[in-house]
Nanobody
Framework: QVHLVESGGGLVQAGGSLRLSCAAS????????MGWLRQAPGKEREFVAV????????YYADSVKGRFTISRDNAKNTVYLQMNSLKPEDTAVYYC?????????????????WGQGTQVTVSS
């Protein structure tokens, strides 16, 4: 079982930055691919970014490529999402996900473990 807790969300103006964190409970954290997905009001959940267990392979949604960076620190059981040049359309609840299958996260499919989410609001 992996317990995930997101933090770092908040209200920011367009063009600003936020850094999300996701702390995991499992001692086996380093064996999981980790990702971020988001869901805006009235919209379906969508994939944002994924990172493999070693941290040397990442993949991003086209909508965030060049603006967001996913990273992980296996010593701290934590994955991060650095969000720069934020836009109002980035407003959503951001969820951390963990799965042994990197491609499942990349395809936005239901992952093994999810956090409760953290709200990100970008004002224009």
């Amino acid at each position: 079982q992996v317990h995930l807790v997101e933090s770092g969300g908040g209200l920011v103006q367009a063009g600003g930055s936020l850094r999300l964190s996701c702390a995991a409970s499992a001692r086996t954290f380093s064996t999981y691919a980790m990702g971020w997905l988001r869901q805006a009001p009235g919209k379906e959940r969508e994939f944002v970014a994924v990172i493999n267990w070693r941290g040397d392979n990442t993949y991003y949604a086209d909508s965030v490529k060049g603006r967001f960076t996913i990273s992980r620190d296996n010593a701290k059981n934590t994955v991060y999402l650095q969000m720069n040049s934020l836009k109002p359309e980035d407003t959503a609840v951001y969820y951390c996900a963990a799965d042994s299958d990197y491609y499942k996260i990349a395809m936005g499919r239901q992952s093994e473990f999810w956090g409760q989410g953290t709200q990100v609001t970008v004002s224009s």
